[in-house]
Antibody, heavy 111, light 112 residues
Framework: QVQLKESGPGLVKPSETLSLTCTVS????????VSWVRQPPGKGLEWMGV???????AYNSALKSRLSISRDTSKSQVFLKMSSLKTEDTATYYC?????WGQGVMVTVSS | DVVLTQTPSILSATIGQSVSISCRSS???????????LYWFLQRPGQSPQRLIY???NLGSGVPNRFSGSGSGTDFTLKISGVEAEDLGVYYC?????????FGGGTKLELK
């Protein structure tokens, strides 16, 4: 069955770069897109970006200058990198494919 | 970017009551391929979002048929025909017709 699981550091310092990994199973990254969505504590969902089956990407306009999504199809992994972190980037980060979502990983940006 | 406006932001209901949530888009969500990429999600407390409805009106696998979606163009509605306790949480609409994709601000369904 389809599964997605996020992993990464729970704590990152301001101005540093966040690196998250989404490991998927049950489908091929060359056939389906994977999105990243985040949710600050107590707030709504924010779509961050997507990597399509052909490897092309699209990003949230407000995050585009700091965000990069890539993948390693041989490892069934999708990567999110976001630079110049601010405290406002504290959130739970999810990867998702259609109806299937990971459990999310909480990232705190603090010195 | 497309802005999705959900109303109301908070919805109080009793068990068994039928309720509706509106999602209005700043642009038509009808794609050139003929599809309308409008989705509804429910996020229960402490859980990941669950997709309820895809392509405006298609019920997700395993989703109870008391949920229904309708609409076209810029106006969309999620209806729950007979709220049950497990339906409590925050509902979001999302559009994937125009990049970047966007979510509505959410509607919290609570017990009256």
């Amino acid at each position: 069955q389809v599964q997605l699981k996020e992993s990464g550091p729970g704590l990152v310092k301001p101005s540093e770069t966040l690196s998250l990994t989404c490991t998927v199973s049950g489908f091929s990254l060359t056939s389906y897109h994977v999105s990243w969505v985040r949710q600050p504590p107590g707030k709504g969902l924010e779509w961050m970006g997507v990597i399509w089956g052909d490897g092309s990407t699209a990003y949230n306009s407000a995050l585009k200058s700091r965000l990069s999504i890539s993948r390693d199809t041989s490892k069934s992994q999708v990567f999110l990198k976001m630079s110049s972190l601010k405290t406002e980037d504290t959130a739970t980060y999810y990867c998702a494919r259609g109806r299937d979502w990971g459990q999310g990983v909480m990232v705190t940006v603090s010195s | 970017d497309v802005v999705l406006t959900q109303t109301p932001s908070i919805l109080s209901a009793t068990i068994g009551q039928s309720v509706s949530i509106s999602c209005r888009s700043s642009q038509s969500l009808l794609d050139s391929d003929g599809n309308t990429y409008l989705y509804w999600f429910l996020q229960r407390p402490g859980q990941s979002p669950q997709r309820l409805i895809y392509l405006v009106s298609n019920l997700g696998s395993g989703v109870p048929n008391r949920f229904s979606g309708s609409g076209s163009g810029t106006d969309f509605t999620l209806k729950i025909s007979g709220v049950e306790a497990e339906d409590l949480g925050v509902y979001y609409c999302m559009q994937a017709t125009h990049a970047p994709w966007t979510f509505g601000g959410g509607t919290k369904l609570e017990l009256k």
